[in-house]
């Protein structure tokens, strides 16, 4: 399957859509996902986080205590979580995207969970039962995570295998992660994890300060993974990661029974300033052992001030099985900033150009740019539940060398989306 877009970001879903034939089409689970930067999972990036009103931030008290944990501290459980090192959290999301263009089956084309047009949305209810190992100790520890969701982004996430036969139902559910961590006392701690986890994009929405994501997230790379890694931290600057998995978006069942090699490097000279790399290597396409799909992604992200985020994004991708026999070849880059006025307010702008030179991971052979400007408004900053909540407001517009939106019949689209979140 051409880069198995129907089970990445809904592209051939549209493209299939438009051109006459079904207007959703079945998500077939040959292929699962490929989210995200939007996001790296190393740590929450830093563009994600609003920066700290000043610097004595650094030594503040503890955050309050979670709305779902102290539930459960209350009905008597919390306390023995606590022991057992092992957190329950989540977050409930709901968003609104309406395009200027009125655009063909109410479709935003090029999007990834903000696709549907002029329809309120749950995006993702999300829970999470996580506990952490602890590599500072030096000795053996078992961890792990198990993430479950349901909502209106499920749908776009299944890894083949798991979940991936729910029809054309709006609102499903999914496990976009589950693994075992096992802390091993070698050296600074070496971390093993086995199971299925998101490598390099986080599908969180409190991982970026927009509702809508970049085609770099979208089509670029792949969201969860199925295999084993091993994390290992040089002192505090470095750390490394690597492994193999059964593929891009492949889960109990694999498309080609070939496995990928995959690494990430983090640098981190100063606090402010951060350097990842991160890629994947392997054969992808159904039942083809032979041809090659690759993937980097680089990232720095630098704390300008006390106020101010900068973030750069890049990718690079190429398929040796692209069509015509030829090689497939994408890349593209975004550059974030995000601005904290105060405790309730923080701007973000997002500028990104997008290369798919074949149309591999888009479906039509263009160059995007899209220009996005968000605002995140946090309400009840001062309230032990109401400081939960999020509310983002945000307008875009998006530009194709060809004609790909509106039902590949426009150059533009423009689009204004609201969303909010709730993390307990």
Do not use: C
């Not at 090029?110 to 000795?139: A, C, K, M, S, Y």
């Not at 961890?143 to 609102?171: K, S």
């Not at 101010?308 to 994408?330: F, I």
């Not at 060809?402 to 533009?412: A, N, W």
């Amino acid at each position: 399957m051409r880069f198995d877009l129907v089970h990445r970001v809904g592209w051939a879903l549209i493209a299939g859509g438009v051109s006459g034939g079904t207007a959703l089409a079945a998500v077939s689970g040959d292929e699962a996902s490929a989210i995200p930067p939007d996001n790296l999972t190393l740590t929450t990036p830093a563009y994600a986080v609003v920066p700290p009103a000043t610097p004595s931030a650094a030594v503040a008290a503890p955050a309050p205590r979670a709305p779902l944990m102290s539930l459960l501290d209350r009905v008597g459980v919390g306390s023995y979580l606590d022991s057992a090192r092992i957190n329950v959290y989540g977050h409930i999301e709901g968003g609104y995207t309406y395009n200027f263009n009125n655009p063909a089956l109410h479709l935003n084309l090029g999007r990834v969970f903000d696709i549907d047009d002029n329809r309120p949305q749950v995006n993702q209810l999300d829970l999470n039962i996580e506990r952490t190992v602890d590599l500072t100790q030096h000795q053996f520890d078992v961890g792990g995570r198990v993430e479950l969701l349901y909502g209106t982004d499920a749908r776009f996430l299944h890894a083949n295998g798991m979940f991936d036969h729910q029809g054309n139902n709006e609102y499903q559910f999914d496990i976009p992660q589950v693994y075992l961590d096992l802390a091993i006392p070698v050296g600074e701690g070496l971390r093993l994890r086995a199971g299925k986890f998101l490598f390099f994009k986080q599908i969180d929405p409190n991982a970026s300060v927009f509702f809508s994501h970049s085609y770099t997230f979208g089509a670029a790379l792949p969201f969860t993974l199925t295999g084993v890694t091993a994390l290992y931290n040089f002192g505090d600057q470095w750390s490394v990661e690597g492994g193999i998995s059964r593929g891009w978006g492949q889960s109990l069942k694999d498309n080609n029974g070939a496995i990928d090699g995959l690494v990430r490097v983090r640098y981190t000279p100063r606090e402010r300033t951060t350097f990842t790399i991160a890629a994947i290597t392997g054969p992808e396409d159904d039942r083809d052992n032979s041809h090659y799909r690759t993937a980097v992604d680089f990232t720095i992200s630098h704390q300008l001030t006390d106020q101010t985020t900068l973030l750069l994004d890049s990718v690079l991708g190429t398929d040796a099985a692209g069509s015509g026999g030829g090689n497939a070849n994408w890349y593209g880059v975004a550059g974030y900033a995000v601005y904290r006025l105060n405790s309730y307010l923080s701007l973000g702008g997002r500028l990104e150009w997008y290369r798919d030179e074949e149309g591999f991971t888009t479906s039509v052979a263009q160059s995007l740019y899209e220009a996005t400007l968000g605002v995140t408004v946090t309400p009840f900053p001062d309230d032990t539940v109401g400081a939960n909540l999020k509310i983002r407001p945000e307008v875009r517009y998006d530009y194709s060398s060809g004609r790909f939106f509106d039902g590949l019949t426009r150059h533009d689209q423009t689009t204004f989306a609201l969303d909010a979140i709730f993390n307990f």
